[in-house]
């Protein structure tokens, strides 16, 4: 496939991703949790809190990416640069040679560049209808690269809206739910170890559909104190398009300097969200 080809297919794919960044499979409805003695519930929740969170400051990594999107399947590598609390950057590379685009979350705002055909889209996470209204930023985008809990709208969970968490036992692992009419957050972790395997997010909306988004951990290394998910699999579905992206880490360092954020100079075009999602939606 030739590079301009898979750029015009990865920048609409990942604006469908950002545009819609909720949800997953519809989730139990907290029944089972209600057996539980909350004393239980909390020690659970804070045991998985505890083990998800990474001390590390920076993660730094070569990665493979598998995208698929309307019948199109695309392989690329590149890099993944984590800063903790600084930025998340992923640097795609087609056939091994150039950059084709790249992908910037910061505390205020995200950034895709197609990097071909020199075009960009940048947004602060609150014009994103979605993220604002459903309190994900910048946290709880690294919370889920990073495969921890978070609380939308908070910069990291305290004691008391850990307290605000439901559990309850699914066969070997157990699974955490946090609710925020309309959307409902579920994580499963094993029952022995409290490492988080799944993220999920469920967005209900009866006049437009659900939206999901699904995140898979795997792959487990050991990375100081805890470990750390070296492949990752994602799954954003709208009552219109689905998007899977499954990425995997090679030689994971913990290289500081690079954090320097992008700039975009005049030679790039900017393209608008809105503008992109219309015409995928009369596809």
Not at 185 to 202: C, F
């Amino acid at each position: 496939m030739r590079i301009t080809t898979i750029m015009k297919t990865l920048l609409p794919a990942l604006a469908i991703a950002l545009a819609s960044c909720r949800s997953a499979k519809t989730v139990e409805t907290g029944s089972e949790a209600a057996g539980q003695g909350k004393s239980t519930t909390e020690q659970t929740v804070r045991k998985v809190a505890a083990v998800n969170h990474r001390e590390t400051q920076y993660v730094t990594s070569k990665i493979k990416v598998e995208l698929s999107v309307g019948g199109k399947d695309l392989s690329l590598s590149g890099n993944l640069r984590m800063k903790r609390d600084g930025m998340i950057r992923l640097q795609l590379v087609a056939f091994g040679l150039i950059e084709a685009g790249r992908i910037e979350f910061t505390p205020d705002y995200v950034l895709l560049m197609d990097r071909i055909n020199r075009q960009y889209i940048k947004v602060n996470y609150g014009d994103v209808a979605f993220l604002r209204e459903s309190g994900l930023n910048f946290n709880s985008l690294q919370s889920l690269f990073w495969g921890e809990l978070f609380v939308p709208g908070e910069a990291a969970p305290g004691a008391r809206s850990l307290a605000g968490f439901n559990a309850y036992e699914a066969g070997t692992d157990m699974a955490l739910m946090l609710e925020r009419s309309p959307l409902t957050y579920r994580w499963v972790a094993d029952k022995g170890s409290g490492q988080v395997k799944t993220a999920n997010v469920t967005y209900k909306d009866a006049a437009r559909g659900n939206t999901q988004l699904t995140w898979h951990y795997g792959g487990f290394e050991q990375m100081g104190r805890h470990k750390f998910p070296t492949t990752n699999d994602i799954t954003v579905a709208t009552h219109k398009h689905t998007v899977r992206l499954s990425y995997s880490l090679g030689g994971v360092g913990h290289d500081s300097g690079w954090e320097k954020l992008t700039e975009v100079t005049s030679r790039y075009r900017q393209v608008k969200l809105d503008d992109i999602l219309r015409k995928l939606s009369s596809l």
